[in-house]
């Protein structure tokens, strides 16, 4: 059962900065793409930033040049760095992990056809 949960989040000012994490429980072993997401009030849910297995980045971009995602692999931990932070940036933020269905040592890795998230962690700017 694949678990990840999201925190960090919290109430700022426009011009501040947050650091969210988002720690996605076993299969370290399993090669996966991890990103972020975010949903406004009213809003559909739109993308981030993606870390992918390579540690390849990409950005939406709103958010190039003021967030910066970063991946522990051991640690199966994603964060996103939000600076120069604006009202617009207030939504619900949610960590994806999506595995490509192969990993070391031969283990069983989760299937990737399916969608793996958090429950969010709020970010409100003011």
């Known amino acids: 059962h694949v678990q990840l949960v999201e925190s960090g989040g919290g109430s700022v000012q426009a011009g501040g900065s947050l650091r969210l994490s988002c720690v996605s429980s076993?299969?370290?072993?399993?090669?996966?793409?991890m990103s972020w997401y975010r949903q406004a009030p009213g809003k559909e849910r739109e993308f981030v930033a993606l870390i992918d297995n390579s540690h390849t980045s990409r950005y939406a971009d709103f958010a190039k040049g003021r967030f910066t995602a970063s991946r522990e692999h051991t640690k199966n931990t994603l964060y996103l760095q939000m600076n120069s932070l604006k009202p617009e940036d207030t939504a619900m933020y949610y960590c994806?992990?999506?595995?490509?269905?192969?990993?070391?040592?031969?283990?069983?890795?989760?299937?990737?056809?399916?969608?793996?998230w958090g429950q969010g962690t709020q970010v409100t700017v003011s």
């Open positions: 076993g299969y370290s072993d399993c090669a996966s793409d």
């Open positions: 994806k992990r999506v595995f490509r269905g192969y990993g070391e040592r031969g283990v069983t890795c989760p299937s990737p056809d399916f969608d793996h």
